[in-house]
């Protein structure tokens, strides 16, 4: 790994939150396999509170979420202040063009649209 993950002493810390519980086992196992020490979270509410306890290096994010929704977590997190400041992916079955910039002006460094390859994902949180 060679982005600014991987020189943070939290570089392996993620949390993925998605409602759909097969997606979110498969995230784990995905970047479990890929040296991430990952929590999870089926909705927004208990992400954010695993954020908070936790501060992730990265955070994945479905945007349509129970309790709380992505965007929500994520102008959250922002508000936090952490530095450095950590990547935000979300991961959305939004995929008009205003879904994408609505993600982006919340605070989302990425915006994928469902079903998006994990090593694309991958490649977003590692910046290869």
């Known amino acids: 790994m060679s982005s600014h993950l991987a020189s943070s002493p939290l570089a392996a810390r993620l949390l993925i939150a998605d409602d759909d519980a097969n997606l979110l086992a498969a995230y784990a196992l995905f970047f479990v396999a890929h040296g991430f020490d990952v929590r999870t979270a089926e909705n927004g509410l208990d992400a954010l509170a695993q ?3 936790w501060h992730p290096a ?3 994010l479905d945007v349509e979420m129970p309790r709380l929704d992505g965007r929500s977590v994520a ?3 922002r508000n936090v202040g952490d530095t450095p400041a950590p990547t935000l992916v979300a991961v959305t079955g939004l995929a ?3 879904d994408r910039s609505d993600s982006l ?3 989302f460094d990425h915006h994928f649209v469902k079903p998006t390859p994990m090593p694309v994902i991958l ?3 590692t910046g290869t």
């Open 123 to 125: 490649a977003a949180l």
């Open 105 to 107: 002006r919340s605070g």
């Open 58 to 60: 990265a955070a994945l």
């Open 51 to 53: 954020y908070c306890a």
């Open 96 to 98: 008009c063009p205003d």
């Open 75 to 77: 102008r959250c997190i």
